[in-house]
T-cell receptor, first 115, second 109 residues
Framework: ETGVTQTPRHLVMGMTNKKSLKCEQH?????MYWYKQSAKKPLELMFV???????ENNSVPSRFSPECPNSSHLFLHLHTLQPEDSALYLC??????????????FGPGTRLTVL | GQNIDQPTEMTATEGAIVQINCTYQ??????LFWYQQHAGEAPTFLSY????GLEEKGRFSSFLSRSKGYSYLLLKELQMKDSASYLC??????????FGKGTRLHILP
């Protein structure tokens, strides 16, 4: 596979469930990102990892827990979510985090619905 | 605060030219990106500007004026497949990327 892949593509969960989103990049990039995209809102950066180290947590509630075991894989663990967390969750990667190296390659996203 | 402004929606005709504007106020500036996002799909990279001036790439061009906090994306010879949202994103001094809400472009035959 090439590019950035995400699984699952769609997820419906109850507020008491625990689930995980998975992202994998096959581009040899060093930085990976989680974004949230809600209707009529701008893309919201959630987390940034650079060389497996978290470099950005954009005031995200603790019910979202990221994990980056290596530069190619990124997870978002979800627990006790709220209905307002329903959104498209996009993963992205970039060669680096400065200048043109920050060109983001996005995965197809996971459409999350919290009931 | 940090703010990216772009029009919510625009409509243009197939074969015509359209200019999508973006103004920004951020804590420092390290570059500006334009992305295209078709409905239900992931954003894809279109352009990157860090110096003032016009960058041309086929039918698409992007302009930047850092002193005015202003950029535009110019699309020429519009095609139906150009119907999409266009996202302006600015990288601040900390290399953090802030996205605008996007401009939904409708192309009429």
């Amino acid at each position: 596979e090439t590019g950035v892949t995400q699984t699952p593509r769609h997820l419906v969960m109850g507020m008491t469930n625990k689930k995980s989103l998975k992202c994998e990049q096959h581009l040899g990039h060093n930085a990976m990102y989680w974004y949230k995209q809600s209707a009529k809102k701008p893309l919201e950066l959630m987390f940034v990892y650079n060389f497996k180290e978290q470099t950005e947590n954009n005031s995200v509630p603790s019910r979202f827990s990221p994990e980056c075991p290596n530069s190619s894989h990124l997870f978002l663990h979800l627990h006790t979510l709220q209905p307002e967390d329903s959104a498209l969750y996009l993963c992205a990667s970039s060669q680096g985090t400065g200048g043109s190296y920050n060109e983001q390659f996005f995965g197809p996203g996971t459409r999350l619905t919290v009931l | 605060g940090q703010n990216i402004d772009q029009p919510t929606e625009m409509t243009a005709t197939e074969g015509a030219i359209v200019q999508i504007n973006c103004t920004y106020q951020t804590s420092g500036f390290n570059g500006l990106f334009w992305y295209q996002q078709h409905a239900g799909e992931a954003p894809t990279f279109l352009s990157y500007n860090v110096l003032d001036g016009l960058e041309e790439k086929g039918r698409f061009s992007s302009f930047l004026s850092r002193s005015k906090g202003y950029s535009y994306l110019l699309l020429k010879e519009l095609q139906m497949k150009d119907s999409a949202s266009y996202l302006c994103a600015v990288m601040n001094r900390d290399d953090k990327i802030i996205f605008g809400k996007g401009t939904r472009l409708h192309i009429l035959p």
